[in-house]
Every structure is written in C-alpha cells, then in structure tokens.
C-alpha cells in the first residue's frame, strides 16, 4: 500500500524568502525561486489506509471466532504496514478524525437493525487496553461513509498512541448492542458480506477520497 501518504506545508515560507534575500544579493537564482514555490504551496492532506478488507461472516464463523465470538480478527499482517509507529509525531494521527466506510455487500432480508463495533487494539494499552467506534445501525445493503473524531469515541485513552497499532477487532451487533450470535435469530444477521475501510487523517486536515484507490460507490439498482 503506497501513494496514501501526504503532507501540509504552509509555514515558514516568508522566513526562509527574506533570509535567501540577505544570503544572494540581487536576482535569485531560478532553482531558488522554485524552491520558494515549492515551500509555500500547499501540499495533499496527510491521511493513510489503515485497513481495506472484504469479507463473508458467517454464523459458524461467530461461533467459532477466538478468542470472542461474534468478531473478525483483522490482525498486523492485514493492516497497512506503512502506518506509522507512532500516531502523535511527526505527523499527529491520535488528534485527528477517522474516515469509517462500510460498504453491505450482502444482508439476510428483513430489515433487522445491525452494525459492527470496530475496535482499535495498540501494542500499549492502559486501563481497558482497548477503543472502539461504531458504524451505528443499518437495515439494508449500500453504502455508509461517516468522519470520526479520534478523541471522542470509547475509551480512545486507552490507548498509548505514541505506541501505534497492532491490529483491529470487528465485532458484529444489533442495534442495542448484543453481539450477534447471542440473538435468538442470528438468521437476521447471518450470513453478511462487507467491504470494510478504514481511512486516518491528520489533525487539521480533511479527508480526501481522490487519495485512495479503488473506492467506488456501487450504482442503484
């Protein structure tokens, strides 16, 4: 996974015009002048995919998910192995926002009311060791796209972000928060296919979709 990374660049442009000015007297050399241009033009947004996964859950899946049921283990090797080590510095993840996307492939019929907690598991937790945030309830295949800010959703703090992330846990639920395979009609929620997409950006920055490939919104049928 490449091409997902980017930088903001705004500040200390003047500063460095007026110290070439007192170092080269007269006109700039052109190859000064284009390295003033580079420096004062704004570049892409920072953010980077931090998971891309599809996938079948099934009820036996649920069932025999380890160590809990009712999860899908996105482990290191299926994260983006570019992410950063550390998510405060130099580049500040921790402070940001989250781009969650969740594309519904396939759904049992019904309209039963579903979503999936999506847990963020660091190599160095304190307290719970663990923070999730949820793509809140749906009842239909399509497509669902929210922006999450990083310091607000489930026991964020407990996570020692300088320390990065080692991998995330999908947990499938009902809208009032009961794990799906502990309904007594998991024919409402089983079984499911998703296209699951996890997008970090900076703080300050905006999401931007034209950075990341691939992402389509299927056409209405």
């Given at each position: 996974?490449?091409?997902f990374?980017?930088?903001?660049?705004?500040?200390?442009c003047?500063?460095v015009r007026a110290?070439?000015r007192?170092?080269v007297?007269?006109?700039?050399p052109s190859l000064?002048?284009?390295l003033l241009?580079v420096?004062?033009?704004?570049?892409r947004a920072?953010?980077?995919v931090?998971?891309?996964?599809t996938?079948?859950?099934t009820h036996?899946d649920?069932l025999?998910?380890?160590p809990?049921?009712s999860h899908y283990?996105?482990?290191?090797?299926?994260?983006?192995p570019?992410?950063?080590?550390?998510?405060?510095?130099p580049v500040?993840?921790?402070?940001?926002t989250v781009?969650?996307r969740?594309?519904?492939?396939e759904?049992?019929?019904?309209?039963?009311p579903?979503?999936?907690?999506?847990?963020y598991?660091?190599?160095k937790?304190?307290?719970?060791g663990?923070g999730c945030?949820?793509t809140?309830?749906y009842a239909?295949a399509?497509?669902?796209?929210?922006?999450l800010?990083m310091t607000k959703?489930?026991?964020n703090?407990d996570?020692?972000w300088?320390?990065?992330?080692?991998?995330?846990?999908?947990?499938?639920k009902d809208?009032k928060?009961?794990h799906?395979?502990k309904?007594p009609?998991p024919?409402?929620f089983?079984?499911?296919?998703?296209r699951?997409t996890?997008?970090?950006?900076?703080?300050?920055a905006?999401?931007?979709?034209?950075l990341?490939?691939?992402?389509?919104?299927?056409a209405a049928?």
């Amino acid at each position: 996974m490449n091409g997902f990374r980017g930088g903001v660049r705004d500040r200390g442009c003047f500063r460095v015009r007026a110290t070439l000015r007192r170092v080269v007297p007269g006109r700039m050399p052109s190859l000064l002048l284009l390295l003033l241009v580079v420096l004062a033009a704004p570049l892409r947004a920072e953010q980077f995919v931090l998971f891309d996964a599809t996938f079948t859950f099934t009820h036996e899946d649920a069932l025999q998910s380890k160590p809990s049921q009712s999860h899908y283990y996105i482990r290191e090797d299926g994260l983006n192995p570019q992410r950063p080590k550390d998510w405060t510095a130099p580049v500040d993840y921790r402070n940001g926002t989250v781009h969650l996307r969740l594309e519904v492939l396939e759904k049992p019929a019904g309209g039963q009311p579903t979503s999936w907690s999506v847990c963020y598991i660091p190599y160095k937790g304190r307290d719970h060791g663990y923070g999730c945030i949820g793509t809140g309830p749906y009842a239909a295949a399509g497509v669902i796209e929210k922006d999450l800010d990083m310091t607000k959703f489930w026991q964020n703090d407990d996570i020692v972000w300088s320390q990065g992330v080692r991998e995330m846990h999908l947990v499938l639920k009902d809208d009032k928060n009961l794990h799906a395979h502990k309904r007594p009609d998991p024919e409402k929620f089983f079984p499911t296919t998703v296209r699951m997409t996890l997008i970090q950006v900076s703080k300050g920055a905006t999401y931007d979709p034209a950075l990341v490939p691939k992402l389509t919104v299927p056409a209405a049928q």
